[in-house]
């Protein structure tokens, strides 16, 4: 008896968790002035529908992004204008990659996988802050925006921010080391 109701419970918590599942990365942290890769974990499809596209909005101050190709996918670069200069080894660059688009592959929705890219964290990004890049995945049916930034002072996960939402995957900043 006590067998079962253990077992239940299990159960109950993996599927819990598993509605609350969203798009992180693999390192959460990472320094200032420093080379970082991206993991992007897909642990879930939309409601049972197989994923098949993954858009990453790439924020201000991360620079020089080189995506991971995918065999079975597609992938896209936008570029862009920055709002301001970036200072990268001190040289100031002013335009770069703004989104990395993966699409046209299939991943079901009982499977995981990973989507990857690098770049540099640009030396004027404040450490002690979270950087957010926002992701839109795109599913046979559906479509999750994993795009929510929290309000000033607050980080996913922390007292106010609802865990049910959509929240865009967090980088921690580190000091420059």
């Not at 798009?23 to 098949?52: D, M, W």
Request: overall charge negative.
């Amino acid at each position: 008896m006590f067998r079962t109701s253990l077992f239940g419970a299990a159960i109950a918590l993996a599927g819990a968790s598993t509605a609350f599942a969203h798009i992180t990365l693999q390192e959460p942290q990472a320094a200032v002035g420093g080379s970082y890769k991206a993991v992007f974990r897909v642990p879930h499809g939309c409601n049972g529908s197989a994923t098949v596209a993954v858009k990453v909005r790439i924020p201000d101050g991360f620079i020089d992004v080189k995506p991971m190709p995918k065999a079975g996918w597609k992938l896209d670069v936008s570029r862009g204008q920055y709002g301001k200069p970036i200072n990268a080894h001190g040289t100031k660059v002013t335009e770069g990659v703004s989104e990395v688009d993966w699409s046209g592959g299939n991943l079901p929705d009982a499977y995981y996988d990973e989507f990857v890219l690098t770049g540099y964290i640009g030396e004027e990004a404040p450490a002690g802050q979270t950087m957010y890049f926002p992701v839109v995945q795109e599913c046979e049916k559906g479509v999750n925006r994993w795009i929510e930034i929290p309000a000033a002072g607050q980080d996913h996960g922390h007292a106010g921010h609802d865990e049910a939402g959509e929240p865009a995957a967090g980088l921690r900043l580190l000091p420059r080391r």
